[in-house]
């Protein structure tokens, strides 16, 4: 079993800044793929940002040169480094990993104010 737990989100005004943790326990391994989705109300969950284990990335168009992604693979851990922040970019943000299916923390609430 995997647990996965996030921390990190809440209110912030527009163009400030918030980090996001994600914490992963359980039958993981530091090969394991990790990243961030998010669900916007009304919408559907999308991709925010994913990292492999030797530190390859990838962004939604959507937050490039704004957010990055960083993981401790000795700690099972990825971050979440989120700079000038739009409303749009309000919602939850779930954590998640990949071993054989994936797994989802269950979310932490971001909300960006105009």
């Known amino acids: 079993q995997v647990q996965l737990v996030e921390s990190g989100g809440g209110l912030v005004q527009a163009g400030g800044s918030l980090r996001l943790s994600c914490s992963a326990s359980g039958n993981i391994f530091s090969i394991n793929p990790m990243g961030w989705y998010r669900q916007a109300p009304g919408n559907k969950r999308e991709l925010v940002a994913h990292i492999t284990s030797g530190g390859s990335t990838n962004y939604a168009d959507s937050v490039k040169g704004r957010f990055t992604i960083s993981r401790d693979s000795a700690k099972n851990t990825v971050s979440l480094q989120m700079n000038s922040l739009k409303p749009e970019d309000t919602g939850v943000y779930y954590c998640?990993?990949?071993?054989?299916?994936?797994?989802w923390g269950k979310g932490t609430l971001v909300t960006v104010s105009s």
């Open positions: 998640y990993v990949i071993s054989g299916t994936y797994y």
